[in-house]
């Protein structure tokens, strides 16, 4: 029995981490159990995290299976684009170019900035009263 070929790819955004999984197939995607549509309602997350195929015109060529940890939804969709990029250069390096043109690459560096003591929020202060 011969092994299935799986091309795997670490994408992260924010505190979202996504663990991916490409093997060919059809283009269905499995992520925590969920499909797609389940997992992302909004059409632009769900064009977001297509991008990659887009690009590189393999939409149909493989199956997503993903894990992602940490972060929210949006976070989710930018770690597994990320991801999903990552495991497509794995796959065939010839997409390095196209990938990297669109800027799939480039982990995303922003990051929520710390709260500071004396305030509220990051930068937020509490009201001032002058009497």
Do not use: C, W
């Not at 490409?22 to 977001?48: C, D, H, N, V, W």
């Not at 969709?77 to 196209?98: K, Q, S």
């Amino acid at each position: 029995m011969a092994d299935k070929v799986v091309y795997i790819g670490t994408g992260r955004r924010k505190d979202a981490v996504a663990r991916v999984r490409l093997m060919p197939g059809t283009g269905t995607f499995s992520i925590g159990g969920k499909t797609l549509e389940q997992y992302f309602g909004r059409k632009t997350l769900q064009a977001l995290v297509q991008q990659p195929f887009n690009v590189t015109g393999t939409l149909a060529r493989f199956d997503v299976i993903a894990k992602i940890e940490g972060g929210g939804i949006s976070g989710h969709a930018g770690a597994l684009r990320h991801g999903i990029a990552r495991a497509l250069l794995e796959a065939d390096d010839g997409f390095r170019a196209e990938l990297k043109k669109a800027g799939l690459l480039t982990r995303d560096p922003r990051m929520k900035e710390r709260r500071k003591y004396g305030l509220k929020k990051a930068r937020k202060r509490p009201q001032f009263s002058k009497r």
